[in-house]
């Protein structure tokens, strides 16, 4: 029983022992004096159990109809499937001329599987365990911020990290985050290490192909053909937990890294890229972790460094007219006219952007 059912009873139960009188009774129970009588004379016939209400473990008489409620959830898997309870309560009443509280249409599309609570959309993200050999994985990541605070323009700071001692590998300051200024930092980290196993990134256009019309399996961007070149494998977060090495890095950086340039009075990129070797030597002596395993899973480059500018350039194909002319970036381009350039007339020729 509830507390106020119990209270009835205990007053009712003075009043039938004589210890109080009906009028009293009425005025502590905010009741008529005339339904306190009715009520002593059903607990006279019935019992305690009389005080109960009459609808307990009943459907209210006001609920919204089965019918009606079927009718709503149709309503809002065909034309609302992705709004949430309020806003599609207001488009229901908009559109429809049906009133339904909010609560009560969360309640109905939460046991239709048309909404989750916010418990239910809470996403647990286990820490990944850290890969054993330094070389093994090495997160990338662009970091967009004021470097140089008030000193100079915004840039981006391209980062490297390995994941298993979280050493910083490769550091440049590019006016933005493009595949070329990606590829400048990869021929640096090639020069400096050798090939990693694999390469760690987010969804960004520069490292996967995100248009859902195209084929991933088919195509590839110009970053991802050229780590396959080079036989290095390119993996794509789908969270930034997942690259949490590098998110983690970045705010340090965007913390100590400005305040040092600052100390330095450094605020232009040439001046801040001669700056970084020093400053990543001292902040990997003092941050850089142990790895579990002490082997070096670099590879030897083994590619002439004519070779690796080809590889780790923008590549296009385009066709040559009938007037040995190649069309690239709205220039024209002459080719000398010979028997092997007449042959390829027609067909596409390859670019290199380097």
């Excluded at 286990?126 to 470097?147: C, K, N």
């Excluded at 350039?313 to 970036?329: F, W």
């Amino acid at each position: 029983m509830s507390e106020r059912e119990l209270q009835r009873i205990e007053v009712l139960a003075q009043v039938l022992d004589g210890g109080l009188r009906s009028a009293t009774a009425a005025s502590l129970l905010g009741l008529s004096q005339r339904q306190v009588q009715r009520l002593l004379g059903q607990v006279r016939n019935e019992g305690a159990m009389a005080v109960r209400h009459k609808l307990r473990g009943r459907p209210s008489n006001n609920r919204v109809s089965a019918l009606k409620r079927d009718y709503i959830l149709s309503l809002i898997r065909s034309d609302y499937p992705d709004f949430g309870p309020t806003l599609a309560a207001e488009k229901l009443a908009e559109r429809h001329g049906i009133r339904i509280s909010s609560e009560s249409l969360r309640q109905w599309m939460m046991a239709a599987g048309l909404w989750h609570s916010r418990k239910q959309r809470h996403r647990v993200h286990q820490p990944r365990l850290r890969r054993q050999a330094f070389g093994e994985l090495i997160q990338i990541d662009g970091s967009d911020h004021r470097w140089f605070e008030d000193r100079g323009p915004a840039c981006t700071l391209l980062v490297f990290i390995d994941d298993a001692t979280g050493k910083l590998m490769q550091m440049r300051f590019v006016p933005s985050e493009t595949t070329e200024a990606y590829f400048m930092v990869v021929a640096d980290y090639l020069r400096d290490y050798g090939r990693p196993v694999a390469f760690y990134s987010d969804k960004h256009s520069i490292f996967r192909i995100n248009r859902p019309e195209v084929h991933k399996e088919q195509a590839m961007t110009q970053f991802g053909r050229a780590l396959a070149e080079l036989n290095i494998e390119i993996l794509c977060a789908n969270s930034s937990q997942a690259k949490g090495r590098v998110e983690r890095a970045n705010r340090t950086l965007q913390d100590r890294l400005v305040k040092e340039l600052r100390l330095a009075g450094i605020s232009d990129m040439e001046a801040a890229n001669a700056f970084l070797p020093g400053f990543m030597a001292r902040h990997n002596e003092r941050f850089a972790y142990t790895p579990a395993r002490s082997d070096d899973r670099h590879r030897p480059l083994n590619v002439p460094a004519s070779r690796l500018r080809e590889i780790l350039c923008i590549r296009d194909q385009r066709r040559l007219s009938g007037n040995l002319v190649v069309h690239y970036e709205r220039r024209k381009f002459i080719l000398d006219d010979s028997e092997h350039a007449r042959s390829a007339i027609g067909q596409y020729v390859e670019t290199y952007a380097c």
